[in-house]
């Protein structure tokens, strides 16, 4: 990517967003699990349910900037407790937490309002967060080629919060380390310690 160009970063959905389709089928869910949507609490609901999913699977276009590295700085770029909001691929439920997103740059640098876009850009579908962290940790390596790369999500899963084992205030902790963030002992315990997070 040359200095002067800027890389639109748009998620397409494989099908569009039908909200009148997830409309009746919100309002035959709830119906169907013994819910009523006719009292006047509820007669909206699946309306605004369909919007409710279709936002969180929804991320907003960026612009993705990068900047010569022209006082060719090799430390440590680190933007730490960016909020991950997506929903579990295996129940459609919440999970939330943060996530820790650092680089080693190599000849560019990245806009860091960027960091959390990127989180945003793969968090806004139903997810697993351990691909997550991956496709993270991944993207930016590939678009940016910085000398190394890592990722670190700390999330609660209502998944696991709010039915089967019922484990409240756990967390999952997933991380991915590329280049010299993985090779090199001392960069891969800084991370951790920048992160906040034991390595």
Not at 48 to 54: E, G, P, T, V
Not at 59 to 73: K, M, S
Request: charged share 25%; aromatic share 6%.
């Amino acid at each position: 990517m040359d200095a002067s160009s800027h890389l639109r970063v748009v998620h397409e959905p494989e099908d569009g967003v039908d909200l009148d389709a997830a409309e009746r089928a919100a309002a035959d869910f709830m119906r169907a699990l013994g819910v009523h949507s006719d009292a006047e609490g509820t007669r909206r609901t699946p309306a605004r349910m369909a919007r409710a999913y279709a936002e969180l699977f929804s991320p907003r276009p960026f612009d993705l900037t990068t900047f010569p590295n022209d006082e060719g700085y090799d430390e440590l770029v680190l933007a730490r407790d960016i909020p991950v909001r997506s929903v579990c691929e295996h129940h459609l439920l919440p999970f939330v937490g943060v996530a820790h997103v650092g680089y080693l740059p190599g000849e560019r640098i990245l806009g860091l309002s960027k960091l959390a876009r990127i989180v945003e850009h793969f968090a806004r579908r139903p997810q697993v967060q351990e691909r997550l962290t991956k496709q993270v940790a991944d993207w930016l390596a590939g678009r940016l080629d910085p000398k190394g790369v890592g990722v670190v999500i700390e999330a609660e899963h209502s998944c696991m919060v709010l039915r089967g084992v019922q484990a409240i205030g756990s967390t999952t902790v997933t991380s991915t380390l590329l280049g010299t963030l993985r090779d090199d002992g001392r960069s891969r315990q800084e991370f951790f310690a920048l992160s906040g997070v034991q390595g």
